[in-house]
C-alpha cells in the first residue's frame, strides 16, 4: 500500500469512529509512525508504505478510536518550545497554560519558585529552563507524577528539585514566587467532558470537589508562610473563577491583584502580591 493511500484510510476510521479532527489526528499519527514532515510526504506520498510502520500505524489507530488522547499514544507532546513525556498519570498540558509560564517569567529573574501540582512538570521545568531563577521546586502528591516530571527535567535538562507533598505539607522554606495550576472542575462537571478527558486524563488533576475552589481556598490560605514579603501568587483558573479566586486571595492579605486573559480572550491567570502587614 502506498504511503497516501495509509494516511487517507487512517483519516476513514477515525472519522467513522466519531474522532474529532480525525484528518488532524490521522496525519499526527502517521507522522509519528513513519518519521515524516508533509514537506517529505507530498514527495513520497505515491512510496510504498513498510509493513511494519504500517502495522504500528494500525495500532495507534485502533487505540485512538478508543478516545485515548493522541499524548498518550505518542506519549509526547509540546509546551513553550519543549517536549515533555506524558502519560495516564498526568494532565496533557495545554496551550492555555502557557499564558500562566510567560506572566511567571517576566518576574522570574534570580527568583526561587515552587510550581504546586505540578503534575508533568511542564510549568516548573519551563520557568526552569527558559527564565533566570534561582531555584525552582515543583511538588505533587502523586509520586507517579513527580517521576514524570523528573524524566521530563533531565530530559529538557532544567534544574528542578522534586518533593512529594500534598500541597504545602512537606514544603519547607520560603519563596518569591508560588504558582500553581490546581484542580480546579467542578466535580459534578467531571461527567460532561470529552471522552479523552472525562475518561483517560486522571481525575485527582482534575477534580476540584463541589464548587471547583477548594485548592485554591487551601493553598491562597496556606501559601503566607511560604511566601517571601511583597512574594507572588499565581494561579491558573477556570475561566468563570476569575472574581472569586481575587475575591479569596484579597480576604487573605494579597494585594496588586491582576487578572490576565488567554488568546481566546478568557480569564486564565490571577496572580497577588503577598503582604504580612495586611494579613
Known amino acids: 500500500m502506498i504511503l497516501r493511500d495509509v494516511l487517507k484510510r487512517g483519516e476513514e476510521e477515525l472519522l467513522a469512529a466519531g474522532v474529532p479532527e480525525a484528518g488532524l489526528n490521522a496525519w499526527y499519527l502517521f507522522s509519528w509512525c513513519f518519521a515524516m514532515e508533509r514537506s517529505e510526504y507530498f514527495l513520497r506520498w505515491d512510496s510504498e ?39 495516564e498519570h498526568v494532565l496533557i498540558p ?20 515552587l510550581d504546586l501540582c505540578t503534575g508533568s512538570g511542564c510549568i516548573g521545568i519551563s520557568l526552569a529552563v527558559l527564565g533566570n531563577c ?13 517521576q514524570i516530571a523528573r524524566k521530563n527535567a533531565l530530559d529538557n535538562k532544567a534544574q528542578v528539585i522534586a518533593v512529594q507533598s500534598n500541597l504545602f505539607d512537606r514544603i519547607s522554606g520560603t519563596f518569591d514566587i508560588v504558582v500553581s495550576n490546581p484542580p480546579y472542575i467542578p466535580s459534578k462537571e467531571i461527567l460532561t467532558l470529552m471522552p479523552e478527558v472525562r475518561d483517560h486524563e486522571p481525575r ?31 494561579f491558573e483558573i477556570g475561566c468563570d473563577q476569575a472574581e472569586d479566586v481575587s475575591a479569596l486571595m484579597e480576604q487573605a492579605g494579597f494585594q496588586r491583584i491582576e487578572i490576565k486573559r488567554d488568546l481566546a480572550g478568557l480569564n486564565r491567570v490571577v496572580r497577588g502580591e503577598w503582604s504580612s502587614k495586611c494579613r
Open 204 to 234: 485527582i488533576a482534575l477534580d476540584g470537589e463541589m464548587d471547583g475552589l477548594s485548592f485554591y481556598k487551601t493553598i491562597i490560605r496556606e501559601s503566607g508562610s511560604f511566601l517571601r514579603e511583597r512574594g507572588m501568587l499565581v
Open 49 to 87: 508504505a513498510e509493513e511494519e510502520k504500517c502495522r504500528k500505524y494500525r495500532d495507534m489507530l485502533a487505540l485512538r478510536k478508543t478516545r485515548i488522547p493522541l499524548e498518550y499514544i505518542t506519549h509526547e507532546t509540546e509546551f513553550m518550545g519543549l517536549v515533555f513525556y506524558v502519560d
Open 94 to 113: 495545554r496551550q492555555d497554560t502557557e499564558i500562566l509560564v510567560e506572566e511567571v517569567l517576566a518576574y522570574s529573574a534570580g527568583k526561587d519558585i
Open 134 to 146: 534561582h531555584s525552582v521546586t515543583v511538588s505533587d502528591l502523586s509520586e507517579e507524577a513527580l
